[in-house]
């Protein structure tokens, strides 16, 4: 048993060591807006922990991104969309984003409608 145990962390070891991949970046965010007003955009750990973004032009697009730290959570990231001119927000998500991935944002006239969309290998 104690035979067993003792290869695991050379195991382990290696396996990180010849992980893929370079430095860990960002995850981009591209967010395009149908919307007639201002949006702003949020982004949560489920329903947690918000941070805000930056706001979209009415019916413009703007690009964001997501620190590698807040990719990691369990319950999925989300988008709270506020709508400047009617003051309500509307949710988009959940996603998981991994280390290569992109994420495409799209914020209909009717922000309730909103949809996320994650792109793999857009680095």
């Given at each position: 048993?104690r035979r067993s145990l003792a290869w695991t962390a050379p195991l382990l070891t290696?396996?990180?060591?010849?992980?893929?991949?370079?430095?860990?970046?960002?995850?981009?965010?591209?967010?395009?807006?149908?919307?007639?007003?201002?949006?702003?955009?949020?982004?949560?750990?489920?329903?947690?922990?918000?941070?805000?973004?930056?706001?979209?032009?009415?019916?413009?697009?703007?690009?964001?991104?997501?620190?590698?730290?807040?990719?990691?959570?369990?319950?999925?990231?989300?988008?709270?969309?506020?709508?400047?001119?009617?003051?309500?927000?509307?949710?988009?998500?959940?996603?998981?984003?991994?280390?290569?991935?992109?994420?495409?944002?799209?914020?209909?006239?009717?922000?309730?409608?909103?949809?996320?969309?994650?792109?793999?290998?857009?680095?």
């Open positions: 048993m290696a396996c990180a060591v010849l992980r893929p991949g370079g430095p860990v970046v960002d995850t981009e965010v591209a967010v395009r807006s149908h919307n007639a007003s201002d949006v702003d955009v949020y982004l949560l750990c489920g329903d947690r922990d918000a941070e805000w973004l930056g706001v979209v032009p009415r019916q413009s697009g703007a690009a964001f991104s997501i620190a590698p730290a807040r990719r990691i959570c369990a319950s999925g990231l989300n988008f709270f969309l506020v709508v400047q001119s009617q003051g309500r927000g509307y949710w988009a998500g959940p996603f998981r984003p991994q280390d290569a991935d992109d994420v495409v944002l799209v914020i209909e006239k009717f922000a309730g409608l909103s949809s996320v969309a994650v792109r793999s290998g857009g680095r």
